[in-house]
């Protein structure tokens, strides 16, 4: 009974789950004018705006450059802070490492607040800058934790090795630790970018309507008289989404690289 209980359980979840992509990529397909399900006649005319409209093109580029740059902001500051972290080895730098970790912690419109207060002050408030860094930094803890994981499974063998054949410190990190931690600094990479493109509050609270990403567009579709482009967008994100962790899943071992066991 109760594994016939736990299957019915995972059933529901799943269900939950699919049922609400199912009637979002119906919508996005439909061929009326008004949100509607199911679809009577089939479209493409909703995609077609989604990608040569210049009122979601621009939205949609400020997105991807913005994740561009934020995955490439945050990898850069976990990695460093790691690989100092990991030269120390010392009960301060498990402090630094918790602090880390601390923004993802709070909840999102206190940092969201805190970033907005803080642009404004510093007269950065609506560039797009402020958005990238503040993605950057808010989503370091996901690549800070990631990259952690690959410099705990360095070998001291390996490392010996290779300064007892006379490399730098700096060979050393760029031939034998860097190409060790690479699959984990792509993964780290790849998640905040991911994040970056579906975050709404804090570039809002960052940016307001002077940098319009793709999820501020859709908020303000939604508010102002929304047709089905919006569920194409939010087929996009769907898509986006699933095609990176694809992707990511074939080029490293993904599951592995995010902690998870396969006993």
Request: aromatic fraction near 12%; hydrophobic fraction near 55%.
């Amino acid at each position: 009974m109760s594994a016939f209980l736990k299957r019915l359980f995972v059933t529901a979840i799943a269900v939950g789950l699919i049922l609400p992509f199912l009637i979002v990529a119906g919508v996005s397909i439909s061929a009326e004018s008004n949100i509607s399900f199911p679809p009577k006649e089939f479209s493409a005319r909703w995609y077609t705006e989604l990608l040569t409209q210049k009122d979601w093109l621009i939205p949609i580029r400020n997105s991807l450059v913005i994740a561009a740059f934020a995955g490439l902001l945050s990898v850069t500051i976990a990695l460093a802070a790691n690989y100092v972290l990991w030269r120390l080895k010392s009960g301060f730098g498990k402090l630094i490492f918790a602090l880390g970790v601390g923004p993802f912690m709070l909840p999102p419109i206190i940092v969201a607040m805190g970033a907005s207060v803080f642009w404004a002050e510093m007269g950065w408030y609506g560039r797009a800058e402020a958005t990238v860094i503040s993605h950057g930094v808010f989503f370091v803890t996901l690549p800070l934790v990631i990259i952690a994981r690959g410099f705990a499974a360095l070998s001291d063998d390996v490392i010996e090795a290779s300064r007892t054949m006379g490399a730098t410190p700096w060979q050393t990190f760029a031939k034998v630790i860097f190409p060790l931690v690479l699959p984990y600094i792509i993964t780290g990479y790849a998640l905040v970018a991911i994040i970056s493109v579906n975050e709404y509050l804090i570039s809002y609270m960052v940016s307001g309507f002077a940098v319009e990403t793709l999820p501020i567009r859709i908020f303000n579709n939604v508010r102002y008289g929304y047709t089905p482009v919006v569920a194409s967008a939010a087929m996009g994100f769907a898509i986006l989404t699933i095609g990176v962790l694809l992707l990511l899943s074939m080029i490293t071992d993904l599951l592995k690289l995010l902690g998870a066991s396969r006993d």
